[in-house]
């Protein structure tokens, strides 16, 4: 039961990382589509979220995910 829960947990967190990657890209490529291209500011700690996500999705993939 425990490890049914556990993995349902690491599923969604995998599910969310994979969004808040996706949002990154979008922001990018937003950024890029406009007349007047701008830099693409990301804060600290978005940055570190952002880095932990595609960690976590590197790893997932190696790994795989189990149900």
Same mark, same amino acid.
């Given at each position: *039961?425990?490890?049914?829960l556990?993995n349902?947990?690491?599923?969604? #967190?995998?599910? *969310?990382?994979?969004?808040?990657?996706?949002?990154?890209?979008?922001?990018?490529?937003? @950024?890029?589509?406009?007349? #007047?291209?701008?830099?693409?500011?990301?804060?600290?700690?978005?940055?570190?979220?952002? @880095?932990v996500?595609?960690?976590?999705?590197? #790893?997932?993939?190696? #790994? @795989?995910?189990?149900?």
């Amino acid at each position: *039961m425990v490890e049914f829960l556990l993995n349902k947990v690491l599923l969604v #967190t995998f599910i *969310m990382c994979v969004f808040n990657c996706l949002k990154h890209i979008w922001n990018v490529i937003n @950024g890029l589509r406009e007349e #007047t291209p701008s830099k693409y500011i990301i804060t600290p700690n978005e940055r570190l979220i952002l @880095g932990v996500s595609i960690a976590y999705i590197i #790893t997932t993939i190696f #790994t @795989g995910i189990i149900l």
